[in-house]
Nanobody, 125 residues
Framework: QVQLVESGGGLVQAGDSLRLSCAVS????????MGWFRQAPGKERQFVAA????????YYADSVKGRFTISRDFAKNTVYLQMGSLKPEDTAVYYC??????????????????WGQGTQVTVSS
């Protein structure tokens, strides 16, 4: 089992920055891919970014490319999502997820095995 706990969400204004953290514990596996997803009210959960635990090469959804940065800290067992130039359309509950890396970074909800409880990000205009 892997436990994921997100933190760092909040209410910000358009153009602001925010950093989300995901604390990872349990039976972690260096072959895991770590992802961030988000879900706005009435919408499906949407891929945001992913990175392999052993790699520095990330992958981003087009909607956040150039504004968001995913990273991980081995020593702290933590994955981060640095969000910049936030827009009202970024408003959602953000989820951290862990899944197996099988040749490429997983980008769909079904490819991830473990999920955090989510943290709310609200961007006002």
């Amino acid at each position: 089992q892997v436990q994921l706990v997100e933190s760092g969400g909040g209410l910000v204004q358009a153009g602001d920055s925010l950093r989300l953290s995901c604390a990872v514990s349990g039976r972690t596996n260096r072959n895991y891919a770590m992802g961030w997803f988000r879900q706005a009210p009435g919408k499906e959960r949407q891929f945001v970014a992913a990175i392999a635990w052993w790699s520095t090469i990330p992958y981003y959804a087009d909607s956040v490319k150039g504004r968001f940065t995913i990273s991980r800290d081995f020593a702290k067992n933590t994955v981060y999502l640095q969000m910049g130039s936030l827009k009202p359309e970024d408003t959602a509950v953000y989820y951290c997820a862990a899944g197996s890396y099988v040749g490429s970074l997983p980008r769909s909800v079904g490819e991830y095995d473990y999920w955090g409880q989510g943290t709310q990000v609200t961007v006002s205009s």
